[in-house]
């Protein structure tokens, strides 16, 4: 017994590996060019030989990107929390409220969450620009925010709908009004969910690249990977890898520390809203 | 008793009033009943303003953009043209290579993410070691911004740079290639996300259930394929449709590894070009249009013939 | 405190399901009532329209004199305490029974002396501090109530409340829920599906059966005069036998042979007399060892002993008697409730003999019944010949 078991294992650390080996290899090549100097850059080791930090300096140097990642820090983290304090609204009234018209806003949230961005990017562009709008944060936080929402929706109902009913039952009969039962026993106990929630929000508007690329025109509102792409064409680097390589490496360390430390928690997310049905 | 129906209802209706039952019977919504409607519409009101502002109307302005001529470059040569636009794209061999491009890419790219997804969830599910270092690990490629890994496959595969790249070909200016690097970027990227929702199919088929195949003779194919794979049908055809719907959307990828270069254009590519580069509204509204509509007819045949549940379709929780 | 009237009430879900029809109770200031039937037969519906969590279909809801139909649950005054006990998991013990002063506004100082109070009550003073995660079951079932003492309101509902709790917990704290009642002399609605609760319980016991009232009554009352077949199986425990039989003039023929009526049983069958199939219904209870009688009125049969149960106090036999099962649609229900509906040739029998009763499996023994105490149902209506009730 005791060999099998521990060949079993064995053969699992080998599964394992190369699963580690799938996740993190694209992941390590760009962090590896982000530390390679001018010399090695060109030399397609998947392992840097004389690392620096060169590129690091270079991009937070260059008022465009820190400039780049403040717009993405603000708008995102704007974005998250109006899209969760409007998501967690709808999606408690959804979850639990009889009212007129639930079923409709269910089938929306549901299109939104289909509809094709790339549909909407020329009637936004010239709708922001009619209103001034374009290029400005709000200009990007609206369509981030709309675009969170069904998310935000589904996943937090899914919470809500795992909060026994006699709980507001039970507040109902204490004297709450529906909102007071709403706000003072059941969103406390969805902050969980809310908090799992916001970091998928989060994570989708940092994500973004459709639309910080069409709705804006200078580093104005411009997110990172959205200036990054403006990094090749530009001419203030001679080379312009080793930068994008460091600023992927800039935004990309957030989200592997929100993935490290809430795993547990966005799998639960993800899985919650989507496959109950 | 002259009295015509109505009348005697009336009087009827009046005797009841006497003992206060018309009274309840008529006044159908109780204090609780009005107050609960009017807190979830107040609830709701923001986000469905918000996503009507966003995607509804927008839409609607986008099929106005598309039946006119709508073009910047001549502002004042604008006018409405039914549809020109969509005759002028739908006969472009530019939007069929896209479509196509597209199409290749939605289904080679769900085909992979479908069985390398089950394989990573299987891992997930079942491995007996390190298994949140593994369900940690499988989150980074989903977590990551999509231009930030298609810039890293992008250098892997450029000639005297990435590890990947051939000695004496460049693969991100051929077609075939390119086609393969977008989709293995693609995959790359949604495996995991796939992965986690088929693991939740999978946490839902009872382990007593595969003990009892087993002691019925099932090998684990068997059971995989007898058991496992019926239970957890709607949780596939979820993810299949979510990842179908995404994967025809396809962009980011394409615009940093090859910037449509070679044909490789998705169809929101091209539409993105006529938009913002050509600054033709009309046909690239047309061209937004056509996408919406495709976009819509995967979804219906999706429900319609697998019967995918969409998710939170069971909203009304029961009391 | 308040009296309580629910008049003609009626109960249909949105989906068409008919819950609870013609409902019709006057519940006095102070009274205990315990609702009780099988589960599904519209309790807890019952219970949830007075509380306002639903709303009733049609007929009237009366609380001191007011139709409150339309009123939110918190103007109504009730408390309510669950089945799930649905204790505020993010909230002390302390604050979970503070909850409902709070909400009506009431200063802090006050709030901390009547949850002070009732803690004591309930002996949950040192756990004021602690979350309900931390508790026991028991000690949760305390803070339900607790929360629902607090504001002392015009009545309590409560929905199986004890049903989570483990046996012996449970007669425990019946007796404390008994006499929290008494002391505050609060009126209460009570909703189990356990007979032996409703028995002990209350002052008046209302069994529903598919949405209806079947009887109202005290619990002797319910126990002694069963108005048709439905009460009678299901009140008492283990429940009471039914044979099919034949009244003649002088008597009944069933599966345990000819029995006497005795002459009270008979004046209340009269106008009857033509000879007709009944059920018969005969408590455990009242059947004895034939030798540990003496002479007391009754009939005796012999029954093959299957299966013999010391209890201490006495003890079960279960024998198998030749002949046809009672068939009704009242036994069917019970029986489906119980999910014991298998079928065997006979009828099965239980009988709660004396300590001293000397029966032993597989031989035969010589048992006698109590004639006086024996019901009679019509077999078609399954209505009580005997109980003019
Ligand atoms: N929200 C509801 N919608 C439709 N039918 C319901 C609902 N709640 C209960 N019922 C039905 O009403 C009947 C009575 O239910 P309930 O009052 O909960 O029974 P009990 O508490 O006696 O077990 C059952 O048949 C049940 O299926
Ligand atoms: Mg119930």
Redo the contacts with the bound molecule.
Sequence with gaps: MQPETTNRKLMWWGVNAIVLLYAFVPVLWIVSLSLKDDATLNDGNYIPTSPSNDSYTAIFNNPDFLRALMNSIGICIIATLIAIAFGTMAAYAIARLDFPGKRTIVAMALLVSMFPQIALVTPLFKIETAIGLFDTWPGLIIPYIAFALPLAIYTLSAFFREIPWDLEKAAKMDGATPYQAFRRVITPLAMPGIFTTAILVFISCWNDFLFALSLTSTSNARTVPAAMSYFTGATTFEKPTGPIAAAAVVITIPIVIFVLVFQRRIVAGLTSGAVKG | MTATPTAAAAEAAEDRMDDGTTEIARQRHTDAKRAERKLGLMLVGPAVFIMLAVAAYPIIYAFWLSLNKADLRQPDANEFIWFDNYVTVLSSPIWWTAFGVTMLITIVGATLELILGMLLAIVMHRTIVGRGLVRTSALVPYAIVTVVAAFSWRFAWTQGLGWLAPENSAPLTEFWPSIGIIILAEVWKTVPFMALLLMAGLALVPEDLLKAASMDGANAWKRFWMVTVPLIKPAILVALLFRTLDAFRVFDNIFILTSGSNQTSSVSMVAYSNLIRGLNLGIGSAMSVLIFITTGIIAFAFIKFFGAAAPGSDAEG?? | MAEIVLDHVV?R???G????DDFNLEIADGEFII?V????????????MVAGL?DITAGKLIIDGQVVNDKAPKDRDIAMVFQSYALYPHMTVGDNMGFPLRLAGMDKATIRKKVEQAAEMLELTQHLDRKPANLSGGQRQRVAMGRAIVRSPKAFLM??PLSNLDAKLRVQMRTQISRIQKNLGTTTLY?T?DQTEAMTLGDRVVV?R??VVQQVGSPAHLYAHPANLFVAGFIGSPSMNFFPGRLRPDGVVTALGEAKLPDQIRQALDGSTAEREVIVGIRPEHFEEASLVGDKPGATFDAPIDIVEAMGSDVYAYFTMKGDQARSKDLEDLAKDTGNDLHSGGVEVTARLDAAANVQRGRTARLWYDTSKIQVFDGASGKNLVTTD
Excluded: F, I, Q, W
């Excluded at chain 3, 399901?17 to 609870?20: S, T």
């Design positions: 029961k009391r | 109960k879900y949105p989906d399901a008919l819950a609870v609702l039937g099988p589960s599904g037969c519209g309790k807890s519906t019952t219970l949830n639903e929905d199986e909703v599906h529903m598919s949405g």
